[in-house]
Each structure stands twice: as C-alpha cells, then as structure tokens.
Nanobody
Framework: QVQLVESGGGLVQAGGSLRLSCAAS????????MGWFRQAPGKEREFVAT????????YYADSVKGRFTIARDNAKNTVYLQMNSLKPEDTAVYYC???????????????????WGQGTQVTVSS
C-alpha cells in the first residue's frame, strides 16, 4: 500500500508561480514512476508530467512544457511540480500518482497509475 499526500496548492495571479509537493509512504519510493495529473471542473483528469525512477527522464504535456518542471528527491520520498508562468486555464485539482509497474516508458494514461493522492486545488486568477 502506498499513500500519497499533496501540498502546496493555492490561489495565485496569472503569471505567478507555485510549487506542489507530494510525499509518499513506503520504503521503495525510488522504484516508483511518479506522475502529476489535473482535473478541472466538468473535465476529465489529464496528464501533466511524469518522472522515471532515477529522475533522469521526464515527460510533459504540451500544454505545460517549458513552464512546469517535475523533480523528485528519493531520499525524502517526495516528488515536486514547479509551476511557473501560470495561466487561468491551469486552474484545477492537481493529483500526484505512483506507477509501480517497472515499465520502461513514461506513462501518461490515468489507468497506468496504481495509487493516487487526494489532490490539491490550484486556482489562477486573471
């Protein structure tokens, strides 16, 4: 069983920045592929970013590429999402997720992730 707890959400003006954190339980965090997803009201949950176990490989949705950065600290069992140049369309509940499958590619589909956090609200005002 893996527990994920997100933090760092809030209200920010357009153009501002936020850093989300996701703390994971378990002794094998370094074995997990970690991802960030988001869900806006009335929309499906969508992929944002993912990072492989060692942190050496990352992948981003086109909508956030160049603005968001995913990183992990395996010693702290934590994954981060640095969000810069935020836009009103970034407003959503942001979820972190863990993929325990040992796949060798960056997973971007909801069904490919095994555990989810409770989410943290990010609101960007115009």
């Amino acid at each position: 069983q893996v527990q994920l707890v997100e933090s760092g959400g809030g209200l920010v003006q357009a153009g501002g920045s936020l850093r989300l954190s996701c703390a994971a339980s378990g002794r094998t965090f370094s074995n997990y592929i970690m991802g960030w997803f988001r869900q806006a009201p009335g929309k499906e949950r969508e992929f944002v970013a993912t990072i492989m176990q060692s942190g050496g490989r990352t992948y981003y949705a086109d909508s956030v590429k160049g603005r968001f950065t995913i990183a992990r600290d395996n010693a702290k069992n934590t994954v981060y999402l640095q969000m810069n140049s935020l836009k009103p369309e970034d407003t959503a509940v942001y979820y972190c997720a863990a993929d325990l499958s040992w796949r060798r590619y960056c997973a971007t589909a909801v069904y490919e992730y095994d555990y989810w956090g409770q989410g943290t609200q990010v609101t960007v005002s115009s």
